[in-house]
């Protein structure tokens, strides 16, 4: 009896174990998720970026072509499309970033989908074996 006693307490030990792997998989699935939210905001960001950078330099080029007055304008327009390749390059980097935290965090999800599947078919094996010892143990009561 101490031993299906000690089967039960392994098996709850190991539903346990499932429960919390199943809940860790729910927290990195939804970080994935506001991952890939934050990538796709950044991305927007980037493309408007790029955009204003094509149209700045569209502009900047009419600019050269006017008079010399202009080259006050020019000059500080050149600063804010420095300013704001400087901050492409940062968005791109952080998106980068992003992207390897969403394939860690896919690959983390997968082993412990894995590791699941594997504590749930322990579970099961250690059920059946419970059984068995248990019906074994009426028939040597009876």
């Given at each position: 009896e101490t031993d299906i006693h000690v089967k039960r307490e392994e098996v709850d030990q190991f539903k346990r174990q499932v429960e919390k792997l199943s809940e860790d998989?729910?927290?990195l699935q939804a970080k994935l998720e506001e991952a890939k939210v934050t990538k796709n905001s950044m991305a927007c960001k980037l493309s408007e970026l790029?955009?204003?950078k094509m149209n700045a330099e569209k502009d900047l080029e009419v600019m050269k072509t006017s008079d010399a007055a202009k080259a006050t304008?020019?000059?500080a327009l050149q600063k804010k499309l420095?300013?704001?390749e400087t901050l492409a390059g940062d968005i791109n980097r952080r998106?980068?970033?992003l992207?390897?935290?969403r394939l860690k965090t896919e690959k983390d999800l997968e082993e412990m989908r894995v590791s699941n599947d594997a504590k749930a078919e322990e579970v099961?094996?250690?059920q059946e074996q419970l059984a068995v010892e248990k019906t074994s143990y009426q028939d040597l009561n009876q």
């Open positions: 998989a729910t927290v790029e955009e204003w304008e020019i000059e420095s300013a704001e998106f980068e970033e992207e390897e935290t099961q094996a250690l």
